[in-house]
């Protein structure tokens, strides 16, 4: 027996709102990632390999501008470039305090006590210049010959 035609259309819509939408999109992507580890698997003989895989495949993400969690050698150029800004900034300092030192008798004459002057003014007002090795100096034997003693 044949169906009869209908005679009226019902269409049924189902909204979904942002939060929902992006449930659905994480559902899928987890499925779709899930199916391509299972797939994957097998090349992997060991945790080594796998590990390697995934930094390759993280370096390429860093590459194309997509930052990862996972440390990578695009973050060792980053981390790199972080301390040779910091030891420029040190080194401008340092410069900069010793072309400005005061002598101990000019700190006088202000009125400034030489004890409160930063560690390099101390020691520029000494005479010595404020390098890394004076500093450590200073900081492993205490105060240079010529330096004030401060508590």
Avoid at 127 to 142: K, M, S, V
Wanted: charge should be negative; charged fraction near 25%; glycine fraction near 6%.
């Amino acid at each position: 027996m044949p169906k009869p035609k209908p005679t009226e259309v019902i269409r049924h819509e189902i909204i979904f709102g942002k939060v929902e939408r992006e449930l659905l999109e994480n559902a899928t992507t987890s499925g779709a990632l899930m199916g391509l580890a299972k797939d994957v698997l097998p090349y992997f003989k060991d945790v080594a390999s796998a590990i390697a895989f995934i930094e390759a495949v993280a370096t390429l993400l860093e590459l194309f501008g997509i930052e990862t969690p996972i440390p990578t050698p695009i973050d060792a150029i980053e981390w790199f470039e972080g301390i040779e800004n910091k030891k420029m900034q040190i080194r401008a300092i340092f410069d900069a305090e010793f072309r400005h030192s005061i002598v101990s008798d000019e700190f006088e004459a202000a009125g400034i006590n030489i004890c409160d002057a930063p560690l390099t003014a101390r020691l520029a007002a000494a005479g010595y210049p404020p390098t890394t090795a004076n500093i450590f100096r200073f900081y492993l034997f205490g105060p240079l010959p010529g330096m004030e003693v401060c508590p």
